[in-house]
């Protein structure tokens, strides 16, 4: 399992320890489970959600199992951290057809959020990139003013 606490964390600029004093830990526990070397109890979950303002599923998520192709593109966080080169298209074919699984059929997504869904798997900080990828591909539809996304049905 992964989580976006230290992304959640900065966005409201809170440091590990002002984190663990609000939901009754400690500051080791907080990096254990950044780190993702703890797995919190539902109700530490819960908390965590709390202190975010968001659902335990928007911090918490399952890892996804990466295509073999795909093993020399993943960091030490899970996460995509570079994009295939330019002659790599079968292996650029292989993560987009990984990153599409990840959308949700029959729901609409704003640009931020589509965002947000592929930030939570690569760490080269270009989710513009890989929302063209989609879109190109035809994996991924919007409406014309970008306002809004969809998975398209295969």
Do not use: C
Not at 9 to 31: F, K, W, Y
Not at 76 to 83: A, P, V
Not at 105 to 127: C, M, W
Request: no cysteine; hydrophobic share 35%.
């Amino acid at each position: 399992m992964r989580n976006r606490i230290k992304v959640e964390r900065a966005e409201i600029d809170l440091t590990q320890e002002q984190l663990a004093s609000r939901i009754g830990v400690s500051r080791q526990t907080i990096n254990s489970i950044e780190k993702n070397r703890y797995v919190p109890s539902t109700i530490l979950a819960l908390k965590l959600s709390e202190v975010f303002g968001k659902s335990v599923n928007e911090i918490f998520f399952l890892e996804p199992e990466i295509p073999n192709g795909l093993k020399g593109y993943i960091g030490e966080d899970g996460r995509f951290n570079h994009l295939p080169g330019k002659r790599q298209k079968n292996r650029l074919n292989l993560m987009l057809d990984y990153l599409i699984t990840q959308f949700e059929f029959n729901k609409k997504y704003s640009e931020k959020e589509v965002n947000n869904l592929l930030d939570r798997f690569h760490s080269f900080n270009d989710p513009a990139s890989l929302r063209r990828f989609l879109f190109g591909r035809g994996l991924l539809d919007r409406t014309l003013d970008g306002s809004s996304y969809w998975r398209k049905p295969q």
